[in-house]
């Protein structure tokens, strides 16, 4: 793996934030939570509902909140790029599918606008069927425009 998708901590660090994505996840995980925030308000009376009892709680839910952006988002890129190599693995095996789209994602906006056009283009051609099951790519689509484009010209001139 490169290093800069494993990061400066590496791959112990992998696993780690793993576990800890997975078990904040669960329901245990959530009963604790729920469990601290009863505790705390338990405790209201004890410390006179006082500026420090509120400072507890606001401190360690932001401090947990800011160190769980940067986990959930870091396993929200690893199972987004997993979902990616599926799909292109997809696209790359299926007869007939456009190889454009492998790594569509690093297209930019203004590239994945008109990759988009085209797409609404098969969607029109598709409704136009009679058949649901028959399909369409960008490339029939393109070809079907030339065609019918050239057939409309009026013949040149000798």
């Known amino acids: 793996m490169h290093r800069w998708r494993q990061g400066v901590f590496g791959p112990g660090f992998e696993h780690?934030?793993?576990?800890?994505?997975?078990?904040?996840g669960s329901s245990t995980a959530f009963g604790i939570a729920c469990a601290i925030i009863v505790a705390w308000a338990a405790l209201g009376p004890a410390f006179r509902f006082s500026d420090t009892w509120q400072l507890v709680i606001n401190t360690g839910t932001t401090i947990v909140t800011f160190l769980m952006v940067f986990l959930?988002?870091?396993s929200q890129n690893k199972d987004s790029l997993a979902l990616q190599l599926k799909l292109n693995e997809l696209v790359a095996a299926v007869e007939g599918a456009s190889n454009r789209l492998i790594d569509v994602e690093d297209l930019s906006e203004e590239e994945l606008a008109l990759l988009h056009k085209h797409y609404q283009r098969l969607v029109v051609m598709a409704k136009k069927d009679l058949s649901l099951t028959h399909s369409h790519s960008i490339?029939?689509?393109d070809q079907r425009h030339s065609s019918k484009a050239t057939s409309r010209r009026p013949p040149e001139k000798p």
Do not use: C, D, K, L
């Not at 780690?16 to 904040?24: D, H, K």
């Open 16 to 24: 780690f934030s793993s576990t800890v994505t997975r078990w904040t």
């Open 72 to 74: 959930i988002q870091r």
């Open 139 to 141: 490339e029939e689509a």
